[in-house]
């Protein structure tokens, strides 16, 4: 028994799947350097190639089984990222009150 060809609708939605894992995992590479990142639209993107892989005929859906868990891989591997940066500029950001409020204690003309 072979496996049917993929529509064209299929083709091209596994292209656009392709195509936001690697957006993903590029976005996590820069945030994961310290670069800043704009996220606008990601979430809409993921959203709409999920709702079309659900609008699929249910064999030619389930193919994407893999590629939907590499999205999600890539997703919880993004906030991990996120998180950590976050709690980096948080602990950076407190440093630099600290000073400040030690440098104001110890000079009262300072601040």
Do not use: H, W
Request: glycine residues 6%; aromatic residues 2%; charged residues 25%.
């Amino acid at each position: 028994m072979s496996t049917p060809s993929p529509s064209p609708e299929a083709e091209a939605l596994a292209d656009a799947m392709d195509g936001l894992l690697a957006i993903l995992n590029r976005t996590a590479n820069l945030v994961a350097a310290g670069d800043a990142v704009e996220f606008a639209g990601l979430e809409d993107e993921a959203t709409a190639l999920c709702n079309a892989v659900v609008q699929l005929p249910p064999p030619e859906a389930r193919t994407f089984l893999p590629r939907l868990e590499a999205v999600l891989a890539a997703l919880e591997r993004l906030e991990t990222v996120v998180k950590k940066a976050n709690e980096l500029t948080q602990g950076r950001a407190t440093v630099g009150r600290a000073a400040a409020a030690y440098r104001r204690a110890e000079d009262p003309d300072v601040g």
